[in-house]
């Protein structure tokens, strides 16, 4: 069973940036598909960004164009730069794997962006 800790949230003003890491406890290199979600109060989850193996990255409209997502799957994590950000991106961001048809989620880590 692998899990998955998120880090990298905190308080930032709008326009600034933050970098979210997502740690595996177990070797991502099989892991076809990784992304981030984000869930914002009294909201539901919603998907911010997806990468899988090869690399092809795909991004929800509200964020392209502003965050990066990838891995390193030497390190077994996946990242999240984010760039440009703006209050509405404030939210609880989660990191998913997909193995095996099964979802796996980490316990979240706050962004909170200022105006």
């Known amino acids: 069973q692998v899990q998955l800790v998120e880090s990298g949230g905190g308080l930032v003003q709008a326009g600034g940036s933050l970098r979210l890491s997502c740690a595996a406890s177990?070797?991502?290199?099989?892991?076809?598909?990784m992304g981030w979600y984000r869930q914002a109060p009294g909201k539901q989850r919603e998907w911010v960004a997806t990468?899988?193996?090869?690399?092809?990255?795909n991004y929800a409209d509200s964020v392209k164009g502003r965050f990066t997502i990838s891995r390193d799957n030497a390190k077994n994590t996946v990242y999240l730069q984010m760039n440009s950000l703006k209050p509405e991106d404030t939210a609880a961001y989660y990191c998913?794997?997909?193995?095996?048809?099964?979802?796996?989620w980490g316990r979240g880590t706050q962004v909170t962006v200022s105006s």
């Open positions: 990468i899988v193996s090869g690399g092809t990255t």
């Open positions: 998913n794997a997909n193995i095996r048809g099964s979802p796996y």
């Open positions: 177990a070797s991502i290199f099989s892991i076809n598909a």
